[in-house]
């Protein structure tokens, strides 16, 4: 290693990564980088054949570069980014040594590298425990804007992230669930977890694309997502499932956590058993019953997927109210041998509904949602038994106009009260004992059901009576959801209102605050070129005629200071300022004179032992002696930096002691980080414009002000 690059390795406040291509560094990293390396670059592989070229990559908090020259040595493009000057030097080091890399280090801001990114520009972006710091900074709702505008520009993002568990002091600002940070985000992934150096907790490691599905060995583009199945859902998984749609294909993620433990664990077991079922059929589905292509499939401790062929057609629940009489008994007497063909080979479906009925351009049919298909005759919900819940289904299907409910399923069972001819099919079905009950006889008889006598011919008075109480409930259940329609669209209609009234306020307040914005700025202006112009006109060696100017300003700027509290302050300032420059031009002449003379070179050891006696008794024993530990520490501090090694021995014994925090604290005491400067600048000064008055000014001018308005 080159003594440049030990000077910089010196320089660093921490060893955080692992030193490229420089082993000898390893045991005095931070955090071993390998294990994520291998994912990172397992991702980064798929990608790539996916793509059929090198990647771009932006590695933000790039720390000391290993990541990013890794990638690049793969013959990435990457661009890597931290705010620490000493980290980009080291960078840039490193990457001298290999000129081949296509590797460039720059210093920056995160937030700033997001809010300049261009569509398409990268491919990959690396982000990795660098997010926590902005949520603490701008908080959670700026973090949102800022992944989403990311994952909409690139095709996938690696994000390591910080929980709010960890006993740091920005724990506390940490959302309680990571996934609040991209909730409204298309695709995520965990990968994996790690520790670290700071706490025993593990750190996930995420997967995100507003693009396209990554998962194994596949990944393509989607061109849409959703977090429901279908309209009719309501957040029945608590969006523990998301569903993305490409040309191709069809991609069912399951999660097993959710935001704010919503997820129970029996909703947790059903949406791990859909899955291994929607496997296992798929491998021996009957050959009647017509099924999607198994792409891929797997699953891990924190979601399981599975990815089909993509099949033509839509929902048959949105298709219903289109459908002539004849081409609803066709669709039905397809969806009858389907079923038919899964009990012969002692298989059922537990969630037959029209949302579950997928119908192509030929109205061919094909039921769907794999996983709710096994050999337990029960269906997902009431009235469980299978046969009588698929009585629901037929009413929907037959008399969609009649039976059919947004949110709900109609509760009728009732053969009486269908249409003819299905009125006396299912009566006919329902004259059999239940034991004798199966999508077979049902099948059979739908076959011949326009042979079959009229149910009024036969029934009895209690099944009349039964049918006309579904009719009732049916009613019933159509006029709550109009009264709840009804105070949803009044309740829309208020909030509608009330937005654009507070939209209508905003608007004047945002107009009154910028005219008062752009009269304070005139008048400080104004201010401000009289102030200069009294400079310029005042003779720099005369002290006196400098306080005969800055009492002589212009009497009715004097007037509108005194009306108006901004230029008050201005005219205060100014007046101050003359005041302070006569003031400093004395003190300086009496300094250099006095600098100049022999007498005080000649007292100097005298002028020093009196200091330290005055130090002593101002400070006292304890003070003084805390002030030759720190001289001492910042000696030992400089010479550990001119000796990177020893440096790292010292650091890594620190950590395995336990003692490297509270050395890095007095190691911040006895060095602390320079302060930068800090300039006005124009949108500084509009946000001081727009304060109250009362809090911009000092306790002087505002009682003078509170005078002069009461006069």
């Not at 082993?23 to 790539?48: F, G, H, K, M």
């Not at 210093?107 to 261009?118: F, H, N, S």
Request: net charge negative; hydrophobic share 40%.
């Amino acid at each position: 290693m080159s003594h440049t690059l030990q000077q910089f390795v010196s320089d660093l406040p921490e060893i955080y990564q692992m030193v490229y291509a420089h082993p000898e560094w390893n045991e005095a990293a931070s955090r071993d980088c390998l294990p994520r390396l291998q994912i990172i670059t397992a991702v980064y592989d798929r990608l790539y054949l996916a793509l059929d070229r090198p990647l771009r990559v932006l590695d933000l908090g790039c720390a000391q570069g290993f990541y990013s020259l890794s990638l690049a040595e793969k013959g990435a493009s990457v661009k890597g980014v931290d705010f620490l000057p000493q980290n980009v030097a080291l960078c840039g080091a490193l990457a001298n040594e290999h000129p081949a890399f296509d590797v460039t280090f720059v210093e920056g801001r995160i937030e700033e590298v997001i809010d300049q990114l261009e569509d398409d520009q990268f491919d990959l972006v690396i982000g990795l425990s660098v997010f926590h710091h902005l949520v603490h900074a701008h908080g959670i709702a700026k973090v949102q804007q800022w992944l989403t505008r990311l994952l909409d520009r690139v095709e996938i993002a690696l994000l390591e992230l910080a929980l709010k568990e960890e006993p740091l002091y920005w724990g506390p600002s940490q959302p309680d669930s990571l996934l609040t940070l991209f909730e409204h985000n298309a695709f995520y992934q965990q990968l994996a977890e790690y520790p670290t150096h700071l706490s025993a907790i593990k750190r996930p490691l995420y997967m995100l694309s507003n693009r396209r599905v990554l998962l194994g060995e596949f990944c393509r583009p989607f061109t849409r997502w959703s977090k429901r199945p279908h309209s009719q859902s309501d957040n029945a998984h608590h969006d523990s499932r998301r569903y993305y749609f490409g040309d191709d294909f069809f991609c069912k993620v399951y999660h097993a956590h959710v935001q704010n433990s919503a997820l129970s664990d029996e909703e947790r077991e059903r949406n791990r058993q859909e899955l291994h079922q929607e496997i296992d059929f798929l491998s021996r589905a009957p050959a009647e019953f017509p099924v999607a292509r198994l792409l891929a499939s797997g699953e891990n401790e924190w979601q399981g997927w599975n990815i089909l062929s993509h099949l033509p057609g839509e929902l048959l629940d949105g298709k219903l109210l289109a459908l002539t009489p004849a081409e609803r008994e066709n669709l039905l007497h397809q969806i009858l041998q389907q079923l038919a063909g899964l009990e012969r080979a002692g298989l059922y479906h537990d969630d037959v509904r029209t949302w579950n009925i997928l119908v192509d351009a030929h109205l061919q049919v094909h039921i769907i949602d794999y996983g709710s298909i096994s050999d337990k005759k029960t269906d997902c919900a009431w009235p469980e038994n299978l046969l009588l819940a698929f009585f629901i289904t037929l009413n929907e299907i037959v008399s969609p106009s009649t039976f059919h409910l947004a949110h709900n399923r109609p509760l009728l069972l009732s053969p009486l009260n269908l249409p003819a001819p299905y009125s006396q099919w299912l009566y006919a079905f329902c004259q059999h004992k239940p034991q004798e009950w199966s999508f077979a006889l049902l099948l059979t008889l739908f076959e011949r059901k326009a042979t079959l006598p009229a149910p009024l011919d036969t029934c009895n008075a209690t099944e009349v009576w039964i049918a006309a109480c579904e009719k009732w409930l049916l009613q019933r259940e159509r006029y709550d959801n109009h009264l709840h329609c009804g105070h949803q669209q009044a309740q829309d209609r208020l909030a509608s209102a009330m937005r654009e009234e507070m939209e209508t306020r905003f608007s004047r307040l945002y107009e009154d605050i910028a005219a008062s914005v752009e009269q304070w700025q005139e008048l400080a202006a104004t201010v401000q070129a009289r102030h200069q112009q009294s400079h310029k006109s005042e003779p720099e060696t005369n002290a006196s005629q400098d306080e005969c100017e800055a009492e002589a300003l212009d009497d009715s700027a004097l007037a509108e200071l005194s009306r108006e509290a901004l230029i008050s302050h201005y005219q205060t300032a100014a007046r101050q300022a003359v005041e302070l420059r006569r003031e400093n031009r004395q003190l300086q002449e009496h300094n250099r004179a006095l600098l100049e003379s022999c007498s005080w070179r000649l007292i100097s050891p005298y002028r020093y032992m009196g200091l330290q006696v005055q130090l002593l008794c101002q400070h006292g024993v304890k003070g003084r002696a805390k002030h030759v530990v720190r001289r001492c520490g910042r000696g030992a501090l400089s010479f550990l930096q001119r000796h990177p090694a020893l440096k790292s021995r010292t650091v890594a014994l620190l950590h395995k002691s336990g003692q490297y925090e509270r050395a890095k604290r007095i190691y911040r005491r006895v060095a602390p980080a320079p302060q930068r400067d800090i300039t006005l600048n124009q949108q500084a000064f509009q946000a001081w414009s727009l304060q109250d008055p009362q809090h911009r000014l000092p306790p002087a001018v505002n009682t003078i002000f509170e005078k002069l308005r009461i006069k």
